[in-house]
Nanobody
C-alpha cells in the first residue's frame, strides 16, 4: 500500500514561513509526479504546486507563484513545500498527493492516485 504522510503544518503570523514535508512509503517514489493541494472550510480542493519525477520541472498556482517552492529529494522519498510570505488566505488543510500518470503539469485532484491525511496551516492576521 502506498502511503503519504504530511508534516510541518502549524500556526504562523502573516508574512511568516513554514516548510511542509511529505514522506512516501510503500511505493517507488521516483515513479510518481508529486503535487500539493489545499482545502479551506466550505471550499473545493485547490491546486497549489506540482513537480515531475526528476524534480526538473515545477508548476504553481498563480495565487502562490513567487511565494511557494516545491522540491523533492528522491533519495529520501520526500517532497517539500516551502511557503514564504504567508497570507491569511493561505489558511487551509494542505494535502500531499502522488500521481502515476505521465503528463505534466497535473493540476486536477482527479489526476492523483494517492493522498496524505493533510496537515493544517493557519495564518493569522
Amino acid at each position: 500500500q502506498v502511503q503519504l504522510a504530511e508534516f510541518g503544518g502549524g500556526l504562523v503570523q502573516a508574512g511568516g514561513s513554514l516548510r511542509l514535508s511529505c514522506a512516501v512509503s510503500g511505493g517507488v517514489f521516483t515513479r510518481y509526479i508529486m503535487g500539493w493541494f489545499r482545502q479551506a472550510p466550505g471550499k473545493e480542493r485547490e491546486f497549489v504546486a506540482t513537480i515531475i519525477r526528476s524534480g526538473g520541472n515545477t508548476y504553481y498556482a498563480d495565487s502562490v507563484k513567487g511565494r511557494f517552492t516545491i522540491s523533492r529529494d528522491n533519495a529520501k522519498n520526500t517532497v517539500y513545500l516551502q511557503m514564504n510570505s504567508l497570507k491569511p488566505e493561505d489558511t487551509a488543510v494542505y494535502y500531499c498527493a502522488a500521481s502515476s500518470g505521465w503528463a505534466h503539469p497535473r493540476v486536477r485532484p482527479d489526476d492523483y492516485d494517492y493522498w496524505g491525511q493533510g496537515t493544517q496551516v493557519t495564518v493569522s492576521s
